[in-house]
């Protein structure tokens, strides 16, 4: 089912479809996008139906025309710690492409919950940004401040993503 313009709730929504089974909603995900002015928000039910279809998309449109906006909650289980720190650096990506995405044929992939979590905003993801690259030299304390700043820990030896130790301080 196919809609030029939403009803109620989705009243302001240019198209929705619903009832659509297996790669069809990449296929039409895929034509609506090529056929877009503006990026095409596309949500689905849960994370493993957005990551499916971010595959699909990927496969179809190019792996720079499609992002993921994935969860952030990962149940409080630290033994999927890791895998919360990568959906992170997803949605940290997602934020620092917003501004090519307000160009048209990009599609952002989404299930309702990672809709429904709050992002920090651009102003503090621009202060929190680090940028270092290869031949920068930095002060070892200023630098330890400023990861401290950034909520990172200091710890005697690094087990963790977020810890930082320092070595060498002579």
């Known amino acids: 089912k196919i809609t030029r313009k939403g009803r109620g709730k989705y009243a302001n929504a240019k198209r929705v479809f619903g009832s659509v089974l297996g790669s069809m909603r990449s296929l039409i995900c895929a034509w609506l996008a090529e056929r877009s002015k503006s990026t095409v928000l596309i ?9 499916s279809l971010y595959v699909d998309c990927q496969d179809l449109l190019g792996p720079e025309m499609v992002f993921l906006n994935p969860p952030l909650d990962y149940g409080g289980d630290t033994t ?4 919360g720190w990568g959906r992170l650096a997803e949605r940290v990506e997602l ?5 090519s995405l307000q160009k048209p044929k990009h599609v952002i992939v989404s299930s309702i919950s ?12 621009k202060e929190a940004n680090l ?6 030299e930095l002060s070892l304390d200023s630098f330890s401040r400023t990861l401290a700043q950034r909520r990172h820990r200091r710890v005697a030896l690094v087990e963790s993503p977020g810890e930082f130790a320092v ?3 002579i």
């Open 95 to 99: 934020l620092q492409n917003a501004k």
């Open 167 to 169: 070595r060498g301080g």
């Open 114 to 125: 990672s809709l429904l979590e709050r992002v920090p905003a651009a102003e503090f993801m």
């Open 43 to 51: 949500v689905t039910a849960d994370e493993q139906q957005a990551r």
């Open 80 to 83: 999927r710690a890791l895998e």
């Open 131 to 136: 940028s270092l690259k290869i031949g920068d």
